[in-house]
Structures are given as structure tokens and as C-alpha cells.
């Protein structure tokens, strides 16, 4: 039984890293659907651009699955997982991790401060910024979309495993609201389990956690949620003992 599921949970995981790399080769399309900097030149002349639309949907998403995307599809944390081999370091939380918080409040301000210079919303185009839906058009585009990817890099190379993730990113502060909220509410959404019980404290799951937290010591104390858990279920996966799953529950 237990051979069956770390089978199964080996196939996930190649899965996941599988649609991650997908995701990863595909930026010279997708980067500006994702991108906070067209949401703000789309918001200059009262359009909500399809990387609004994107972030809207994902605000949903996380207020039922958590942080999902960035643990399944975000090309940014694809690109991350692709550089962890040189990335040893584990993320020391505190202050670091506020620094997305205060990113997502500033730039959710700027957003509205923007489109209310621009006279409103004006329309809506989901394209906006691309030609043809493409967004690497041009070598200059390419040059300062590598310029950020190279930022990625340096950021969590300096920070820690998915360090961008967990002190930069504005996608990750929007996505912890809506789980926050979920989490007062309480409605049935994805999450973590574990049965303490059949734990023999091997600690595998914590050095698989792409984000580096510290999954034994969550297990133990029986708190499986945590703001920067991304639901990639690395964990789940390494543990041979079972003790870790997805459920779909109410808290
Ligand atoms: S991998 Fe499983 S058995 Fe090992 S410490 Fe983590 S939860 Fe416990
Ligand atoms: S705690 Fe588990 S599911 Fe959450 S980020 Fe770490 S490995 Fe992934």
C-alpha cells in the first residue's frame, strides 16, 4: 500500500514538473498574461488587461485552493524550481516575507490610482500589450523580460529556495488574502492533512518542500496550513509513511 502511493505520488510529482517546464516554455506567449507591469500600462489608458482578468481569476482560485497556481502552473515559480539545484539555502521568514504584503497593498493602490487618472475603466481586452496574443514580439521585449527573469534568479539565489516567491512577489500577497479569507469563513477548499500518528520523524518532507518550510515541525504541532504553503504536495509525495495528503475540507 504504502509502495502503491509513493509510486503514485512520484508520477505527480513528475507531472508537476512536467507542466511547470510547459509553463516555463511557453513565456514568450503567456509572460504579459501574467504580468503586474501590463495590469499598470493597461490601467494608464483605462483598460483591464488579460493579466488583470488572470489575477482576478487566480484571487478566486486561491479562495478554494490556495496558493495552487504558484505550486502547479506559475512560470515564475517554474523557473525557480528549474534553478533549485543551485539554490540551497532555505528562506529565513520574518520581516522578509512581509515585504510581498506591503508589494501587494502598494501595487493594488497604484492599480486603482491609475485607472481613476485615466477617467475609469474604459474597456476590457484581454490581448492587451501582445501582437496576436504573443507576448515576446521584439528582441527588445525579450532583452527586458530576461532582465527579469535574471532578477528572479538573483533574488532567490540571495534569499533562499522560491525566494521571490516568498518575499517579492505580488501574486503570492494576493493569493494569501483570499486563502486568509477562506480561512476565516471556513467553506470546504483544498488543504493538507496529516496523521501525526504514523509519523516516524525521518524529516524527508521538510527537504522536499520547495519553499523550505518546516513540514515534520507542521505535521507534529498538527498546523498544516501556512501562508507560504503552495499546494504542490512535494511532501505528501516523499513521505513514505503516508502521513501527509490532500483533503477537501472546512476548518
Ligand atoms: S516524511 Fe513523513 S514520516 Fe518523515 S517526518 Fe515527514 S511526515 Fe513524518
Ligand atoms: S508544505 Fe508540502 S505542499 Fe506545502 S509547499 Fe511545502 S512541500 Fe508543497
Not at 118 to 133: K, S
Amino acid at each position: 500500500m504504502a509502495e502503491e502511493k509513493s509510486s503514485a505520488g512520484k508520477l505527480r510529482q513528475k507531472i508537476r514538473f512536467i507542466i511547470l517546464i510547459v509553463s516555463f516554455l511557453l513565456i514568450p506567449v503567456t509572460i504579459f498574461y501574467v504580468s503586474p507591469i501590463v495590469i499598470m500600462m493597461g490601467a494608464a489608458e483605462g483598460i483591464v488587461a488579460g493579466s488583470m482578468l488572470l489575477f482576478i481569476a487566480l484571487f478566486i482560485i486561491s479562495l478554494i485552493a490556495g496558493r495552487i497556481w504558484c505550486g502547479w502552473f506559475c512560470p515564475m515559480g517554474a523557473w525557480q524550481e528549474i534553478c533549485a539545484p543551485v539554490m540551497k539555502k532555505t528562506v529565513k521568514g520574518g520581516w522578509r516575507n512581509w515585504i510581498k504584503y506591503v508589494i501587494t497593498i502598494l501595487w493594488l493602490a497604484a492599480i486603482g490610482f491609475t485607472f481613476l487618472s485615466a477617467g475609469g475603466i474604459r474597456g476590457i481586452d484581454p490581448l492587451y500589450g501582445t501582437v496576436n496574443g504573443i507576448s515576446i514580439s521584439s528582441p527588445d521585449v525579450m532583452v527586458v523580460v530576461c532582465i527579469i527573469f535574471a532578477f528572479i534568479f538573483v533574488v532567490s539565489f540571495l534569499t533562499g529556495r522560491r525566494g521571490f516567491c516568498h518575499v517579492l512577489c505580488p501574486i503570492a500577497g494576493l493569493m494569501v488574502a483570499g486563502r486568509k479569507i477562506r480561512n476565516l469563513i471556513g467553506w470546504p477548499a483544498l488543504q493538507l492533512s496529516a496523521d501525526a500518528d504514523l509519523c516516524n520523524d525521518c524529516n524527508d518532507c521538510s527537504r522536499a518542500c520547495p519553499m523550505g518550510l518546516d513540514v515534520h515541525a507542521m505535521v507534529r504541532k498538527n498546523q498544516m496550513e501556512n501562508a507560504d504553503c503552495i499546494l504542490c504536495a512535494s511532501c505528501a509525495d516523499t513521505c513514505n509513511k503516508g502521513v501527509i495528503s490532500y483533503s477537501i475540507r472546512g476548518r
